[in-house]
Structure formats: structure tokens, C-alpha cells
């Protein structure tokens, strides 16, 4: 027998009642740690390749190698990317779990 389209409805409808809360894990302090550590790495890897992008794309330009002038560009506008993507990661989660915690 098929279900009603009210129970469907219903079914859909129904909250489990789960929502994030911290200090229920041990080891989440840690976790963190890592996490932040993990992010500073990352951070520390895009100075050293925003250095080597923007010192190839210099020595490019002062040569005439117009494949390395271009090839710096790109690792430099990758590495800029990247920066702003491990700066804004704890604001872009936070913004998207606002923003899902709002659904009903």
C-alpha cells in the first residue's frame, strides 16, 4: 500500500534534533590544534610560492621569456587565491553553517 502524500510531507518534516555542540568529543582542543597548525603550514607554503612565482615572473619580464613572464603570473594569481582561501576557511565554514542552520 502507498504511502499518503501527507505522511510523506511529515516524514520530510521531521527534525532530529541534532545541532553541533562543542566539548562533546575528548580530544577536541587537539583536533583544533591541528587543524590550526595544518592552516599555518599551508599559509607559510603560499609566501614561499608567491615568492618564487613573483621572482620568476620578474626574471621573465627582464629576459624576454615571455612563457616564464606568464608562468609567474599564474603562480602568482594561484598562490594569491590560495592565501585568500586559507584566511577565509573558518569564515566561509562558519558563514555556510549560519546559513544551514537557518533551513527548516
Known amino acids: 500500500m502507498p504511502i499518503p ?5 511529515i516524514q520530510l ?6 545541532s ?9 582542543a587537539v583536533l583544533k590544534n591541528v587543524v590550526n597548525s ?16 613573483l621572482g620568476v615572473w620578474a626574471w621573465g619580464h627582464h629576459t624576454g ?5 606568464a608562468n609567474g603570473k599564474k603562480g602568482a594569481i ?3 587565491g590560495a592565501a585568500l ?3 577565509a576557511a573558518n569564515g566561509i565554514v562558519a558563514f ?9
Open 38 to 53: 595544518i592552516n599555518l603550514s599551508g599559509i607559510v607554503a603560499v609566501v614561499g610560492a608567491l615568492a618564487v612565482s
Open 5 to 9: 502524500l501527507a505522511d510523506r510531507v
Open 13 to 18: 518534516a521531521y527534525d532530529p534534533g541534532v
Open 65 to 69: 621569456g615571455h612563457q616564464a613572464e
Open 78 to 80: 594561484v598562490a594569491a
Open 85 to 87: 582561501g586559507l584566511g
Open 96 to 104: 555556510f553553517s549560519a546559513l544551514g542552520s537557518q533551513v527548516h
Open 20 to 28: 553541533p555542540k562543542g566539548g562533546g568529543l575528548p580530544g577536541l
